[in-house]
């Protein structure tokens, strides 16, 4: 669904429209909210990982001068927003402190003395599911999944089966089976800009919130339900965000800013440490994975069978093991999922949530595949991978072509390495969601064009937003501005998220444009004193076709537009939801193993993404290599750590190691677009997919270079000489 | 246009949305901005009624610790927003400074040296006029008028004659003639807020300006222009806006604001003090009048002849004679109109501009006039004022109503009054405007229902459409949101003056909402399988006429929307104009006067007005207070008053006296309601006409009470007295 001719403003590489303030350090975050007459609010947090509260004495914190209030459970029985009896996680959070100054406020939550009585904690899923485990959360509801020996699991929360086909018929006609168990560790979203979150209080009850996320309407249903107010009497204002991926989806700190603002009736700013948000927030889960995959002599996929125990935190969220099947076609299928409750913070969403942990288990399996049967991994991949036809969403060969585009790049197979280097080939598959969303367009005198957007943009959404507009109306991309709106001044939008943002807002903008072009011809014509279909839109003129001095500015337009009959140029569209289609990932690493000290050095990443259409290349781009730089942090360096007691051994960006500039080659982006059909301009949602295939990407390298097979993430040096000393010779 | 069955939320007493905020300190006023990193910005004024500039040394004031900029006329040469060689009037603009700390920028715009070279400056329009006086702006141009002896003025701006019929057998034909001076001076608005502006520019040079007053898109408009920067590089927000009156229409600091932004890369805050305020802003123009009335024996108007003089400011502005009519047929008018440049502040808009000043003279004309042929002031009004059918607007028989009930009310001619007391009638017309403007309406899952507009709140006006958007849509007022746009997110919409803010965007409401209830309805007709016709929306409910039971909630409508085909429920309405009407304000004063002291006690005011519909009774009778008052103010204490060189005797509110609750009697409200055509539910505009009739109706008081005429304002025991002493006895 392009428009007639070549694109103007689509498909170009416009530098973000919010680029110059980030980086001169203007834009506002969450944290540069200063109101009149506001108060400071900090939070005091379990310093164990599962403890009973026996007590909680505030007396001294509120006789600190300068403290306004300290609220616990206690004073607000009706919301669960503080730990009451118990705390399931370090980090969890016991109390709130309003006071004038921060440091006040620091040192007031310091002053609260509570009495734990401190629990078993429990931070492996699998050991948290042994049927002689302790209570993750005391008297939580389980699932009655039982063991091999018929004992019941303790602290499983989920619990559910895939199963297609005949699975032992599948194996028995293998010529080739693989079996290996892989262990994952939580990792965090690692955003620049930790959390905060500012509320005020309005005299009528009223509760405005400003914060950063990826939704302002998400934000404002889960703040209703936390402080019991309805959404109507809730107002949520989403300021720039300093980097989300998933991880602020939800509340963070917004429900105890409200709290305070509303018990202290002054507006209430909660800015909370790196240290707070590594510990409870919601970083993608870990896992632990058993996959077991046969395959004919020619390479063709016959079965699949397995189990992924999904570390759910003390929440005990997730469970699902679909993602393990992966782009391909396999006939039998059995894959058990589950989740654990253990004594963690409470996972989330993480850029393409599950799709990197089962990636690795997936993809390293099939290179093992691959290996065992002496076929190319990029021929294997080929030849199980969903095709055009395949489904009747798959309108083209996308993946194959993606595959092969990436490989020719990356010289598969052509490239000469050296002693201990190596290639690993990898694929991510996904599916971008779509809507709700909306747009409104403006046009004012000096043909300038306003657009409002429910739809937060944290990754250049607004800028390939304008794009769109300035495509549909024939203005300079700079004449655009595209503002976010918030819950009193937009229709509700979805979350930014699902790598849904330009595919549905992108739509709504170019409809609401076509609107307003619809009307700014029809008022040329009058003007002009011509048909609208003898006009055509150009150059921020409407001209009568094949005469170009009969024309008219689109800002005298848009001026006299505001006294004519219809008022101002305007156009609106609000969008419910529009068909998608899948996308895939390829990344294809290139290694070179130190065998003695276990390093891994990338020497090369190329990642090939079928975008369908890139809105803009170079938001395109940036959206793969970002991706695929998380990827290798995921595989080779990220991960939480705990000690027994369920603290957090790493809670900072010292010992929480994530890729910097030095860590990470230029990484090659191959950008395959073939248009699907619904998408703006056939576009796909790229934000996801190129996080998704890196780790595995890497760990087939590492197989390639040095013959061992790493299964524990992150893949640190520690993990590669027990790998290589335990590889068989 | 009024709809089914009886208003539910139209009409009701509604508390002002924003009332709670404002009166407990809540309300986000001006001068509350608070930005990161912001600097503050003071504004070095001149001390002289008029002199050149002849030289400018800052470089005391930049050396200062903590000062980041000074700027004057010469650092932005292609910018009129400091004065240049010369200064026109006392507290005209010569520098501003931008500092870490307003203390900083005071001692900075201290230490900054002008040498002037002193001119001799006009304060009174008479003198200015004078051909041989000085001219108040060197070199400006001036139109050529002359004196009865042929010499040319000086320093008129303006000049215009509005003739009909034949004046001198008008006044041949008359059985009693009046003629009379009048001297009126500047007046203030006076507003609570002083103004205050905040600029941030981005890092593509896009200036964002936080401001109070009554239009985002005018300030925009204004700011573009003395900037030099297209509309859309402009981005104009307004915050709560603490009184106006006309006074905030145009630009008051935002222009220094912003250049300091621009300059500075930092967010500033230009805040001004109640002098500066007095003596750099656009108060209400002084004009001297010289008018003469003729009438039959009968009462009947004959003729008018007259001259006004409007105290221009070194602007110039102003100069027309037309209120001098009033709502009165007469066939033989000659009205001269003129405007002289004096070195006083431009004057501007103050609540219906030009009418209370025109009113003192012509009321107290007809009183005159009444008096000379012993007939009723209240029959001279109704006998000549404008009649039902007189023009093709006056669809009822608004003035006579009016004068009738106000009169009834004030038991006019029936009140026993002692000595020294006194009762005055004095009637205002006027005419409201409309649009353009605009209302977007969104329905959210717990029924509560967000409207947003470009229209600005300046007197209730968002409690108004809140109340017309739950009259349409069946919702409590309570759950209704109306929030103000700003120029980068809705269509351009006027200034919220001319009394068309309600009468405009309360249409533009009321359609929006009526656009949303279609899409509820065509929404529930699904789900409850009926036709929308068959749908009556009530209670929160869409319900199937005649069968209670079978209904749906409104937000559970409005949730199922967000994913249904057409999306989230909106309603949308832009407003260019629509046809207005006539209205009328009397007021009766009853006064006691001391003849001793000349002090004038306001023993009662009765306020009527011809409101077409009160939306709102509470806010049309707090407005119709609201400008009696100020009409009290401008007629018995208020005025600008200078020494010889232009200097202001009384820049603060201990010199410049405004009425205080012991200055105000409780004014009694007489709210006619007879529908206008086009009005939402039949109502007309109600904020310029209260401040009309207040100053004549007192000093028509005055003379009932002590038989003297006073003619120059305000009514100050000093010009009682004077007039006394001066009486025909």
Redesign the interface.
Known sequence: MGTKGELKAVGKRTAR?NG??I??G?A?YAD?I???GMLYGRILRSPHGHARIRKIDKRKALALPGVVDVVTAQDVPDMAIFAKDEVCHQGQKVAAVAAVDPNIAEDAVALIRVDYEILPALTEPLAAMDPGAPEAVLGAPIKNVKDPKGRKYRNVTAYDVIEEGDIEKGFAQADAVVEQEYHIPFFHQTYMEPNASTA?????G?VTVWTAGQGTFGVR?AL?NAINL????I?VIMTETGGSFGGKNGLVVEAQAAVLAMRTGKPVKVTISREEDFQDTRPGPGCWVRLKTGARKDGTLIAVEGRIVWDGGYTGSGGSANRLLGPYKIPNVRLEGMAVRTNKPGPGAYRAPGAPQTAVARESNLDMLAHALGIDPLDIRIKNGVRKGDRPTMQHDWLKDTLLLTAQTARWGKKRLKKNQGMGIAVGDWQNAS??T?A?V?M???????V?TGQVDITGLHTVMGQIVAEELGVPVE?V?V?L?D??????ASLSAGSKAAYSAGTAAREAAREARDRLLMLAAEKLEASPSDLVLTNQQVQVIGSPGHSIALGELAEAA?????????G?W????IPTYPSFSVNIATVEVDPETGHVYLLDLVAGQDVGKALNPMLVEGQIQGGATQSIGFGLMEGFRYDEKGRMLNPNLLDYAIPTALDVPEIRTVVVEDGCEHGPYGAKGVGEPPIIPGGAAVANAIFDAVGARVTQLPMTPEQVVSALANKPS
Not at 200 to 204: F, S
Not at 487 to 492: G, L, Q, Y
Not at 562 to 570: D, H, K, L, T, Y
């Open positions: 429209f110059p303030d980086v001169t203007r506002t540069d200063q109101l009149t005020k209080m309005g005299a009528d009223r249903t209703a309805p959404e109507g009497r107002r809507g709700p909306n409104f403006t004012a005198g000096d043909g300038s064009v306003a409002v004449k501005t503002t709106g819950t009193d001044t937009v229709p509700n505001v006294s004519s009959e219809e008022g101002a140029i305007s609106r609000i969008l419910s939801k």
